[in-house]
């Protein structure tokens, strides 16, 4: 079956940084994307990665290894208004995206 | 640019009655989706629409049916609605003709039933 894994809940400062890891099984990959969730609100559009290494966007950078099906997300200079769940997303082999269930990102001041 | 738009933004339902969720993108994305979105479990796709006048079954398609008779409109029906379809809704679109497929989404239709 298809799987992806991350962490539920993650606890952060202020001013710091933080990965948010993902591992993926699934059949076929076409590409790994992060949104980002605030309470309430729809997902909003991050980052993709579809090949190997680090793409940097600003304060934000997603870090992709197929060969491990692995990707983690970077978040620098943590501001409060980042707290959201983080949700880790893969394009399978029918160009469907399969979903993590997200992960809760709590930043303390 | 209105983006995605989707109406009613909540809704309490009377088990067994009919409700229909509504649609709307102006972005001229070929594609478009129905999520469920519930605590611990991450969203779940429903039916998706891969062009006008096509559909699909997706992970969760019991209880829901969906129409695409054009590129902006994908409306997502409860026939028969059920205490366990309480849920937020998402719709989403994509351009799939390139290689990323990004999806963009809606604001969300809050539903319980009740």
């Known amino acids: 079956g298809q799987n992806i894994d991350q962490p539920t809940e993650m606890t952060a400062t202020e001013g710091a940084i933080v990965q948010i890891n993902c591992t993926y099984q699934t059949s076929g990959f076409n590409g790994l994307f992060w949104y980002q969730q605030h309470a309430g609100e729809a997902p909003t559009f991050l980052s993709y990665?579809?090949l190997d290494g680090l793409e940097e966007k600003g304060r934000f950078s997603s870090f992709l290894s197929r060969s491990k099906g692995y990707s983690y997300l970077l978040l620098k200079e943590l501001q409060m208004k980042d707290s959201a769940s983080y949700l880790c997303?893969?394009?399978?082999?029918?160009?469907?995206?399969?979903w993590g269930a997200g992960t809760k990102l709590i930043i303390k001041p | 640019i209105a983006g995605i738009t989707q109406a009613p933004t909540s809704q309490i339902l009377a088990a067994g009655r009919r409700m229909t969720l509504r649609c709307t993108q102006d972005?001229?994305?070929?594609?478009m989706y129905w999520y469920r979105q519930d605590l611990g479990l991450g969203l779940r796709l429903i039916h998706y629409?891969?062009?006008?006048?096509?559909?699909g079954k997706g992970e969760v398609p019991d209880g829901y049916s969906v129409s695409r008779a054009n590129t902006d409109d994908f409306p997502l029906t409860l026939a028969s609605a059920v205490p366990s379809q309480t849920s937020v809704y998402f719709c989403?679109?994509?351009?799939?003709?390139?290689?990323?497929?990004?999806?963009?989404f809606g604001p969300g239709t809050r539903l319980t039933v009740l």
């Open positions: 990665n579809v």
């Open positions: 989403a679109s994509s351009d799939s003709i390139g290689p990323v497929h990004t999806q963009y």
């Open positions: 629409s891969n062009t006008a006048g096509t559909t």
């Open positions: 972005m001229r994305h070929n594609a």
């Open positions: 997303a893969v394009l399978d082999s029918n160009y469907q995206l399969i």
